[in-house]
């Protein structure tokens, strides 16, 4: 697989592996086939992980640290802070304070197993204080041979600038796919205006995009997209045309509408990495193989116009997480 760069030099593989829903928000994991899923990304050039402490909780890093515990020198290892939860998986808020970033970092550290973390993201920005202070931690950590990039996650553009000030960004990791494109409006202009990275989680729009999941994920209350404003109610059933749309143009390229939507993203940028998750190892293959797929000019007239941005109904989230984002 290609490598693209991220800010500061950090150089990953073209496509990362979120690995979140192999232990939570999608439905039943299989740990044994999660492993299984790692092990063969890595096999076939994908060295970008993604995790974060609020998975599980805990309990994906734990997952990740395991299977890469003989591969670590593969790795190029992203996890996050900043969605605080108690043990009970109770959310406890968003918390940038410097001292939970310090001892946030050294839990991570140990239920990954690990030394140093490559990527240390801010999973969502703290309003109640500076982001300075909170910067001014994660700073410390990296002088403290803890962490050696940072990155920060569905941050406003003024929030960016005022982070690389206190130490460099090297990626902004927000969602970014064909039905939800809000980075070009501002955000993606800023990361590349400073040389930062950009991290597009959810590129096939959480499965929808797929048009694997649409239905059958509304339905599994372990499943998170159940109560997604996208997915359920009317506002799915209107955003399931656009799945339609993508089969006409997937069905001409001989491909898959996964395969499209990814490679979509892909096309937006050698500075954009896309982290599309699963826990199953088709799943995974059939993403790799996306990179392999080359749109003209005009394929990339017709998808866009296959997903118009002002047409797709239901906000991202439900109400209260999206007050988290933009920070």
């Known amino acids: 697989m290609e490598r693209r760069k991220l800010g500061q030099g950090l150089e990953v593989s073209a496509q990362g592996l979120g690995c979140m829903g192999m ?25 970008f992980l993604d995790t974060a402490d609020m998975y599980g909780p805990f309990k994906n890093e734990v997952l990740v640290g395991l299977a890469i515990k003989e591969r670590r020198g593969e790795v ?62 994660m700073k410390e950590l990296v002088e403290a041979g803890k962490v050696r990039h940072l990155g920060i996650s569905e941050a406003s553009s003024a929030t960016i600038e005022r982070a690389h000030a206190v130490h460099p960004v090297t990626a902004l990791q927000s969602e970014y796919s064909l039905w939800t ?64 749309n993508l089969e006409s143009i997937a069905d001409e390229k001989h ?38 797929i080359v749109l003209s000019e005009s394929d990339l007239a017709a998808i866009s116009a296959a997903v118009p941005r002002e047409a797709v109904q239901g906000k991202r989230y439900a109400e209260r997480a999206m007050d988290s984002l933009n920070g």
């Open 23 to 47: 232990s939570e928000f999608y439905g039943e994991g299989d740990d044994g086939e999660s492993i299984a899923t790692i092990h063969a990304a890595l096999d076939h050039g994908v060295n």
């Open 181 to 244: 494109r809000d980075p070009e409006d501002d955000v993606l202009g800023t990361c590349r205006r400073l040389g930062i990275g950009f991290v597009a989680y959810s590129p096939l729009g959480r499965g929808f995009l797929t048009g694997e999941t649409a239905n059958r994920s509304a339905s599994d209350p372990k499943d998170f997209r159940s109560v997604n404003p996208r997915f359920v109610g009317e506002a799915g059933a209107s955003n399931l045309k656009f799945v339609a």
């Open 255 to 292: 491909v898959s509408v996964a395969q499209l939507a990814l490679a979509w993203v892909l096309s937006r940028g050698a500075d954009v990495v896309p982290i599309p998750g699963t826990k199953r190892r088709k799943w995974l293959l059939e993403n790799i193989a996306a990179s392999d």
């Open 76 to 137: 190029v290892l992203a996890t996050k802070f900043g969605n605080q939860r108690g043990e009970d998986g109770a959310y406890l808020g968003i918390n940038g304070q410097p001292e939970y970033v310090r001892q946030a970092c050294d839990d991570s550290l140990r239920r990954l197993g690990v030394d140093v973390i490559d990527l240390y993201y801010q999973h969502r920005v703290d309003r109640t204080l500076p982001i300075e202070e909170t910067w001014g931690a």
